[in-house]
């Protein structure tokens, strides 16, 4: 407790962690009070998030690299699988597939790009090991192929394409997964002295005791769903009297506070001259969104939503994560970068957001 | 002839053989059966295209390197080539084209992933040569661009839209034999040095007379052809029995089927750690298909067939010939394979392979 | 003036400004004899745009790199900047779209591809620095992603969605020109030593002295936009004449127009074995039409056009501009070259050509 306390203190961003009771106590007091439930459940879910993340992540300095870099790599995007699963709940699918969507295009443009730029700011020219961003960004290519492919191939209003379009997205799920697995077989396992090391704790940074980790890691998974539930309730009311349309709030919104955490060990990385860690971040959370995160949710679909979730995605969102995923891959081949490198896939980011946000409401 | 049944007894595919009178004989008595007279043809035909490869290039080896380059070239999908004749003749246009869409895509994703995937499974890490990769996925490219021109032009419709489809696929495919032609030229000529010794043809394994090769071109090519009208008489009822669409049978059967002899070249090829030999094969067969035989059937189309065919392709086919050359051309800029590099390749290709089989029945 | 007229003495191609005088006397004497109008403004502007160019150069070279870099890189595209504004205020929208879409294909497959092969038929193996070439690579890939977006989300018939690509297209203009400000920052200011000598001037030619670089260019710029006014008028009627489609002319008549004074120079840097030179001309003009002229364009109908123009682009333009970008980044990642390479860039302009000349006449 008294680790908890002092990485507390010394970290900026848990101080708002002040914001998990009262955005609770809001919730009581004036439930109808969306715009504010909105952002104070924001405001919450960033230091839990950073919380959950440093969790992980001691845990896994425990259990060894093998063990380590599968825990990792599949509770390193826990705060975004928490959300969606509540919005699957609420059987708000558009929400959930927004977010998916929105993840793999914010985490493989503007924190990959975010990344290249602060750290061209500081450093002149940086250099990063390719095989490890290749891997990433491959895995990525794929994953957008299977996600694209029901919506290339589907006419929306057919029974008959209905069906097809379900048992398509299962099957597409369980490639995915086992694609997933086999990415981390290669990785940790059978070719791991290509990667170099891509531990995410920070150096000089202690890990906390297991009993702690653990402790903290279900508490907070806990918590997070509980203020994830004020998030989703609000989400869409609050954009409205933001003036945002739910594309941009399920694309941006969404995407930029399940990915706080990330984005701060992202650019810190950068900021020290070890792109690969940041370039892995990246990439590595956009591959884990796409292979592992929209897969589960689509399974878990069968069980908790209340009908089974398709992968068939709004047109604009397909060509969005494929360009993301080629710019992503364009980048990843150079294994050099300066800042401008940062800015042009940052615009890249900044069209989508931009056009997100001007769409006229009724749309996706 | 002694020299043929000697090759019969080494290799264990071509006992196969022994289908090809029993497909005959079935085709005779039990003209109704389908699904049986599919399956003897498959099987019949398998063995066939080995022997009409051995053909080829026995006869290339005896020819010298420029002729002999030439005659692998246009002969090295002979098989292909005369199952599309023979469905072009019975005015089968759906099944043509998706045996060439299905070609393109079988080639360049399943044969060179496999290939990737044994070669890595045996030797940790595998290089080859970029220079040929390039030349065949740029080729390859450039094709891909021609044969969706058509579909993302043009209304379906409209009567002026028939016309320019069919002058626009006229000039496309003119286009595309005089790039094919200036490839071999590049490649066997003006910068051969570049390319290495792309030979097809085993070690230790002794070329035929050209007598005997010449006569075992002439008369399997008329047995393929006999063969193949059982098979595309046989294929839509049989599809139907097996519970498979139209589209699965035509991408991946056919595709698979014809590809077989090359396939067994180029999977021993990966595993002796000629990988250069592997992808040539794969990439240059898809080539090859794409520029050569696709071409000629448009041409062929408008004497041997009922009407001129197009190359306006269905959307969905459109976009599966686009991945596999986009993927074809990342793996070949880079060089270097392991095993995952193959799992990721053949991961697409299993994506397509379900969407097709999941298909409703009425689409393309 | 006697610098300009030894100028126009040396160089054949400054004999074509005789249809200057041409074809203002044609207009006057004979205003419906469209197609001839249409040939003199042709061979009128050509030899204009030569002068142009050169008076842009000769200024950069006086007023130091920084400076010169900016004017090279605003003024470069200074002919079709002057024809598209008349189109404009014309109202000629489709005219001014289809040359936008066509100067970028030309310039990065016709004046890239024509290099590469005029450059490999004399040079066996070509190579050239590739971190020019792929600085405007990556800024042509994001120009051509934020000209695709309007296409790719909006649907045509809806009130609420004229307002939004026009919002829209306005952000994207904004947009485009702070990348291409910094892109310039970057290659002429924070990086410049990576780029090399990017300087247009052929060697040995003697620089004019800035009073008269001045004039002339002040001079050239009304007379070119004069002869624009009657090319732009005569244009349509002329293609009827030759039987071309309205997309047909604008896509690539206007563009090998507008661009043969630097088609002139690529070619013969190329020709020298200066690849660099040719490349960086090429997709630098590429680039600058995208990230320059078309928002300059787009940001001016606001005041000189009779409505706003968006960036809506016909749906076979943008796939155009997707495959001319992506072809383009594709070369610009090997650094070498032969003449096949080009033969290769080249086919793929001629399928386009080929496709915009058949085109039904009613469409784009």
Redesign the interface.
């Known amino acids: 407790m008294r680790l908890l306390l002092q990485e507390i203190r010394r970290s900026p961003m848990l101080w708002l962690l002040v914001f998990v009771p009262v955005v609770f106590a809001a919730k009581q007091t004036r439930p109808e009070a969306h715009t504010m439930l909105f952002v104070l459940s924001v405001l919450a879910i960033v230091p839990l998030a950073a919380l959950l993340s440093h969790a992980t992540e001691s845990v896994a300095a425990k259990t060894g690299d093998a063990v380590g870099g599968l825990l990792n790599a599949t509770l390193g995007n826990l705060t975004e699988l928490v959300i969606a699963l509540t919005a699957l709940r609420a059987g708000q699918y558009m929400l959930v597939k927004a977010s998916i969507a929105g993840a793999i295009v914010t985490n493989s443009l503007f924190m990959l790009g975010a990344s290249l730029l602060l750290g061209g700011l500081k450093h ?1 020219v940086q250099e990063y090991n390719r095989v490890g961003a ?2 990433q960004a ?2 990525l ?2 994953a957008t ?2 996600l ?3 919506s ?2 589907s006419k929306a209003d ?1 029974i ?2 209905t ?2 379009t379900r ?2 997205s299962l ?2 799920a369980i ?1 995915l997964i ?2 997933y697995g ?2 981390m077989l ?1 990785s940790l396992k ?2 791991r002295e290509f990667f170099g090391s891509s531990s995410h704790a920070e150096e000089g940074e202690a890990p906390w005791p297991v009993s702690l980790a653990l402790a903290v890691l279900a508490g907070v998974t806990v918590t997070v769903a509980l203020v994830s539930e004020i998030f989703v309730e609000s989400v869409q009311e609050a954009a409205k009297s933001f003036g945002m349309t739910q594309a941009f709030v399920g694309f941006i919104v969404v995407a930029l506070v399940g990915g706080a955490a990330e984005m701060a060990s992202a650019f810190s990385g950068a900021r020290k001259n070890r792109l690969d860690l940041s370039v892995g971040i990246a990439l590595g959370s956009a591959a884990q969104i796409a292979l592992f995160v929209a897969p589960v949710l689509v399974l878990l679909s069968y069980f908790i939503g209340p009908a089974p979730m398709d992968l068939q995605f709004w ?2 969102a397909v ?1 969005m994560m494929l ?1 993301a995923t080629l ?1 992503a ?2 980048i990843a ?2 294994g050099r970068s ?4 940062g ?2 896939v940052i ?2 980011y ?3 957001a ?2 997100l946000y ?3 409401p ?1 749309t996706a």
């Open positions: 002149r290749r891997l491959g895995l290519f794929l192929i299977a694209l492919v029901p290339a191939v057919d008959a394409w069906d097809f048992h398509l099957g597409l490639l086992v694609a086999l990415g290669f059978t070719h047109p604009g060509v360009i710019t891959n364009l081949t150079t300066a800042w401008f490198v800015v042009l615009m890249v900044l069209i989508f931009m056009t001007l769409l006229p009724r």
